[in-house]
């Protein structure tokens, strides 16, 4: 079982935004797509959002250019999976991609009554995969935090 999903594909011109790039809604709709086909192959599951965060644009992603989604299973609880997703692109002219777009997404696995359900743990294997999965541990902190300040506000 992989951890790892890839996608691969042309930025097409309904994608475009007024400034003549990929709209950002388009790459959050890439993200959330490789996302859930990481997750729900990981799980075996139905899977669903519940948590997107830190999404940082690096720089625009071209019309024409040919864009990478790169989505791995960084974190597992018992019903919950961290999910890294990389965005990169470059110009069918170039060999190299450049990364775009950055973020986590936590999906729960669900059963067909909308129920949670175990996953697989993921373990780590690699140096990379460590710090990886310490990331994902020290954003979970971060998060429990920010939902603490935001309580009064919700």
Same mark, same amino acid.
């Given at each position: ?19 003549g ?23 075996s ?13 690096y ?18 609880? @018992? ?13 069918? @002219? ?5 990364? @775009? ?6 999906? !729960? ?7 949670? !359900?175990? !996953? ?11 710090? *990886? ?20 506000? *919700?």
């Open positions: 079982m992989s951890n790892k999903t890839t996608f691969q594909f042309i930025s097409e011109p309904s994608d475009v935004n007024y400034g790039n990929v709209h950002g809604g388009s790459v959050m709709k890439w993200i959330d797509q490789a996302g859930y086909a990481c997750a729900s192959s990981w799980s599951s139905y899977c669903v959002t519940v948590y997107v965060g830190g999404i940082r644009f720089s625009p992603i071209k019309i024409g250019h040919i864009v990478k989604v790169e989505a791995e299973v960084i974190y597992t609880g @018992k019903t919950s999976m961290h999910i890294a997703i990389n965005v990169f692109s470059r110009n069918i @002219k170039r060999k190299d991609f450049e990364k @775009k777009t950055h973020c986590i997404i936590v999906f !729960v696995a669900v059963d067909d009554e909308g129920n949670s !359900v175990e !996953v697989p743990k993921f373990t780590p294997t690699t140096e990379q995969d460590m710090q *990886m999965e310490k990331y994902a541990i020290k954003l979970m902190d971060l998060r429990k935090k920010i939902e603490d300040e935001m309580k009064p506000f *919700m």
